[in-house]
């Protein structure tokens, strides 16, 4: 997936920020979004209309918990 530069939304060109986006939907239309930027990752869940936002998380971190979730997952 190629990255979304913020000049496509009218920055100035020495003000550009890189984002990289991934979204994953399921069958009813529910989203999860995950968008890096230079803070950090952001984590977007939409439902029926409504969004909720969290983060930045450090991508270590986010690297972190997500492995320590396949850990659970495969004990149980």
């Known amino acids: 997936m190629e990255p979304i530069a913020a000049r496509r939304f009218g920055a100035a060109p020495e003000r550009m ?8 939907t399921d069958p009813e239309g529910d989203a999860l979004t ?3 930027d230079a803070e950090g990752i952001w984590i977007t869940c939409t439902t029926d209309g409504d969004e909720v936002t ?6 270590d971190s986010l690297r972190d918990a997500l492995r320590a979730l396949g850990a659970f997952t ?3």
């Open 54 to 59: 969290v983060g930045p998380f450090p991508a």
């Open 34 to 36: 995950l968008t890096t």
């Open 17 to 24: 920020l890189t984002l990289d986006v991934v979204e994953l």
């Open 74 to 76: 495969r004990a149980a």
